[in-house]
């Protein structure tokens, strides 16, 4: 696939008090979600990956403000970037995600993310230096990024896993395997 000069970044520091283990180290496909995102933004061209609130592994950024949410994080990684550099933002609990349709987001050359949904996005580094909103959605509206219309065929390709039975449907797994530790 084309490389278009981007950072893959990967939004992994989260509590994951909805699922109750790190979403992370879930697997599909006997894959970790973690390195399933690493492939799939690979495939997508991003010429190298930061992981957000994984400081202990290669490419892990530490989270500045912990609790403070996703868009602190993003905003303070982007601070630390070269102006202009272009930086494809997507969750870790996002299985579904097509490298093709990353890598046709990554072609934009602003600030854009799809239609619908706020994940994932491109971001633009620059030197602009704004309080974080609290919401990604802000975020965007704020950079003015473009909404692009879906890819044929993506529809369910922006499903997000959140919740033990999200996961359990999605990978069809039994709720009381080994890897799944559900918190009451």
């Not at 890819?151 to 009381?176: D, I």
Request: net charge positive.
């Amino acid at each position: 696939m084309e490389n278009h000069g981007f950072t893959g970044v990967i939004l992994a520091g989260g509590a994951s008090r909805r699922m109750g283990v790190d979403k992370a180290t879930l697997t599909v496909n006997h894959m970790p979600l973690l390195m399933l995102m690493k492939q799939k933004l690979f495939e997508a061209g991003a010429q190298k990956i930061a992981v957000l609130g994984k400081e202990n592994m290669v490419g892990g950024v530490p989270d500045k403000s912990p609790g403070a949410g996703p868009v602190c994080a993003i905003m303070d990684y982007l601070e630390n970037q070269p102006y202009g550099s272009r930086h494809l933002i997507v969750p870790v609990d996002m299985p579904a995600l097509r490298p093709n349709d990353l890598a046709l987001l990554a072609t934009e050359p602003y600030w854009a993310c799809f239609k619908g949904y706020n994940l994932p996005f491109l971001a633009i580094a620059d030197a602009i230096d704004l309080m974080p909103p609290r919401r990604i959605q802000d975020l965007l509206f704020i950079k003015m990024a473009r909404r692009l219309g879906l890819p044929k065929g993506s529809e369910t390709s922006f499903l997000n896993l959140n919740r033990p039975a999200e996961f359990a449907a999605y990978t069809n797994q039994n709720l009381a395997s080994p890897g799944l530790q559900i918190s009451k």
